[in-house]
């Protein structure tokens, strides 16, 4: 009787996820804004200047996007 070789399978990335989402070294899930792509016009400059940067994802949402990126990508 051949012998069965065990293979663990390889998980696939969301790329949605993987797009949206990155993990810092720390573990930390990164998020961008919305509303910052267009008719900037008509919002103040710090509110432009927020909306531009990277804010940490929610505690509630972390768990959902870590298991769409098991690979830390």
Do not use: N
């Not at 069965?4 to 969301?14: A, I, N, P, S, Y």
């Amino acid at each position: 009787m051949a012998k069965v070789k065990k293979v663990k399978l390889k998980l696939k990335t969301h790329k949605g996820a993987a797009k949206r989402f990155k993990l810092t070294g720390s573990g930390k899930v990164m998020r961008r804004h919305s509303f910052a792509r267009h008719i900037l016009t008509s919002k103040p400059s710090k509110r432009k200047r927020r909306l531009g940067r990277s804010v940490e994802l929610s505690a509630a949402d972390t768990v959902a996007v870590r298991r769409m990126l098991p690979y830390g990508r």
